[in-house]
């Protein structure tokens, strides 16, 4: 069996957890794979491993020997996957992996946003507390979550999750999903529409997919309708916010803050708005991206392809 793994470097991992997939057959990691190298370096590939090197349905017609896609990731929009089904070729995805590393880093940038943690770190590094008359200072009021609402756009493994966290530190918590079931038992916990949620609530949390439908459905008309005094964050998709849009409600007080994991062109442009935007953490598509969450990947895309070379494919998505 000879297996490729286009785009390694991606899971900054050990060669120890990389050798799992040697008990398969022949293993060729690449770190990095341009679009032009993909067909060179896959041609003899009959298992290609992909994060996000993209597979079309042109690419995959020149590579014959192909019979399995494991992609490490839970989305699966780098693969043609109606092209993989007309030659029979099973792509698996990894549906559960990150629940509590996303979540961990949706509550840091709440977190962040209400303690301004880095902005008062510079501040004493820079000389303000030795040279200041008190004891102590604030340069920014620290904001006390106790009390606050946080509306969770998208109540599935992840939203739930940080529904929990954010109640254990004193919040009440808004959901807003397609399907309503199984609801909390804690106190504070109300089922809402997007538009109440985005009207009432102090924090907003996007956890759903990306789809056609809800592409940047957070606009400039959905954020105008939130509270002066409200922060939106997203560990989600990138798309989901209009960026131009959200840049324009920080810079005018139409909100308060954003703490933004993804945008929606990776990595970054340099002209992307929100990078000199008011008020607004953004971190390098990082919620994904515990230890943990990233050995738990690999181990389940290893299970994927013996799963399939056992006769009995796992994670099938086409």
Same mark, same amino acid.
């Given at each position: 069996?000879?297996?490729?793994?286009?785009?390694?470097?991606?899971?900054?991992?050990?060669?120890?957890?990389?050798?799992?997939?040697?008990?398969?057959?022949?293993?060729?990691?690449?770190?990095?794979?341009?679009?032009?190298?993909?067909?060179?370096?896959?041609?003899?590939?009959?298992?290609?491993?992909?994060?996000?090197?993209?597979?079309s349905a042109e690419?995959?017609?020149?590579?014959?020997?192909?019979?399995?896609?494991?992609?490490?990731?839970?989305?699966?929009?780098?693969?043609?996957i109606e092209a993989?089904?007309?030659?029979?070729?099973?792509?698996?995805?990894?549906?559960?992996?990150?629940?509590?590393?996303?979540?961990?880093?949706?509550?840091?940038?709440?977190?962040?946003?209400?303690?301004?943690?880095?902005?008062?770190?510079?501040?004493?590094?820079?000389?303000?507390?030795?040279?200041?008359?008190?004891?102590?200072?604030?340069?920014?009021?620290?904001?006390?979550?106790?009390?606050?609402?946080?509306?969770?756009?998208?109540?599935?493994?992840?939203?739930?999750?940080? &529904?929990? *966290? !954010?109640? $254990?530190?004193?919040?009440?918590?808004?959901?807003?999903?397609?399907?309503?079931? @199984? +609801?909390?038992?804690?106190?504070?916990?109300?089922?809402?529409?997007?538009?109440?949620?985005?009207?009432?609530?102090?924090?907003?949390?996007?956890?759903?997919?990306?789809?056609?439908?809800?592409?940047?459905?957070?606009?400039?008309?959905?954020?105008?309708?939130?509270?002066?005094?409200?922060?939106?964050?997203?560990?989600?998709?990138?798309?989901?916010?209009?960026?131009?849009?959200?840049?324009?409600?920080?810079?005018? &007080?139409? *909100? !308060?803050? $954003?703490?933004?994991?993804?945008?929606?062109?990776?990595?970054?442009?340099?002209? @992307? +708005?929100?990078?000199?935007?008011?008020?607004?953490?953004?971190?390098?598509?990082?919620?994904?991206?515990?230890?943990?969450?990233?050995?738990?990947?690999?181990?389940?895309?290893?299970?994927?392809?013996?799963?399939?070379?056992?006769?009995?494919?796992?994670?099938?998505?086409?």
């Open positions: 069996m000879n297996i490729v793994v286009l785009d390694g470097f991606t899971m900054h991992l050990g060669a120890e957890l990389w050798d799992q997939f040697k008990d398969f057959g022949e293993l060729t990691i690449y770190d990095r794979t341009e679009d032009k190298d993909i067909i060179e370096r896959a041609k003899d590939a009959e298992v290609v491993v992909t994060n996000k090197v993209p597979l690419t995959l017609a020149q590579l014959p020997k192909l019979r399995f896609i494991a992609a490490l990731a839970t989305g699966y929009n780098m693969v043609d993989a089904r007309s030659r029979d070729i099973p792509v698996s995805n990894v549906p559960i992996y990150g629940t509590d590393s996303v979540s961990q880093h949706a509550i840091s940038l709440i977190l962040e946003l209400s303690n301004n943690v880095g902005m008062h770190d510079r501040s004493v590094k820079s000389g303000e507390w030795s040279s200041s008359k008190d004891w102590t200072y604030w340069n920014k009021d620290v904001l006390a979550l106790t009390g606050l609402t946080l509306g969770i756009v998208g109540y599935g493994r992840i939203g739930r999750l940080v &529904g929990e *966290i !954010a109640h $254990a530190l004193g919040m009440k918590i808004w959901a807003a999903d397609v399907i309503e079931t @199984n +609801p909390p038992d804690y106190e504070g916990f109300a089922w809402k529409s997007i538009e109440d949620l985005f009207a009432g609530a102090d924090f907003i949390t996007l956890h759903c997919n990306l789809t056609s439908e809800n592409t940047e459905f957070v606009n400039a008309d959905l954020l105008k309708t939130m509270k002066r005094t409200a922060y939106i964050i997203n560990t989600a998709r990138g798309p989901l916010i209009n960026d131009q849009d959200l840049a324009d409600a920080l810079n005018n &007080g139409t *909100i !308060a803050g $954003a703490g933004v994991d993804v945008v929606s062109q990776e990595p970054i442009s340099t002209d @992307n +708005p929100l990078l000199k935007a008011e008020n607004c953490i953004l971190t390098p598509h990082i919620a994904w991206s515990s230890n943990l969450a990233r050995e738990r990947l690999l181990n389940i895309g290893v299970d994927n392809v013996r799963a399939f070379l056992e006769g009995k494919p796992a994670n099938v998505i086409n």
